[in-house]
């Protein structure tokens, strides 16, 4: 069973940053890539950034552009968000999650397999 594990959380002033790492373990699995989604108390779910593992840029959530950066570990189960310049609407809980496939593309949470415990990020005003 695969398991995902973040870490970087934590409470932080406006305008500070944060860096997020989630790294996979046990068994043994063949992804696409990861993403990293965030859940604020009382709201649904929503996409932030996901990452394939053969390469490229990220794709991000509109909101985090220019902010937030989603980058891959040397090894094949190792995945970063670099979150810079945050906002006090950026609090919620973080999870990652490995999908296998990309036909359902990648900013639905349906579309990925495995998930993380989560990791809360607070930001003061």
């Known amino acids: 069973q695969v398991q995902l594990h973040e870490s970087g959380g934590g409470l932080v002033q406006a305008g500070g940053s944060l860096r997020l790492s989630c790294a996979a373990f046990?068994?043994?699995?063949?992804?696409?890539?990861m993403g990293w989604f965030r859940q604020a108390p009382g709201k649904e779910r929503e996409f932030v950034a996901a990452?394939?593992?053969?390469?490229?840029?990220?794709t991000y959530a509109d909101s985090v552009k220019g902010r937030f950066t989603i980058s891959r570990g040397n090894a094949k189960n190792t995945v970063y968000l670099q979150m810079n310049s945050l906002k006090p609407e950026d609090t919620a809980v973080y999870y990652c999650?490995?999908?296998?496939?990309?036909?359902?593309?990648?900013?639905?949470?349906?579309?990925?397999?495995?998930w993380g415990q989560g990791t809360q990020v607070t930001v003061s005003s």
């Open positions: 999650a490995a999908i296998i496939s990309s036909l359902h593309g990648v900013v639905t949470p349906s579309a990925y397999d495995y």
């Open positions: 990452i394939r593992w053969s390469g490229g840029s990220g």
């Open positions: 046990r068994g043994t699995f063949s992804s696409y890539g």
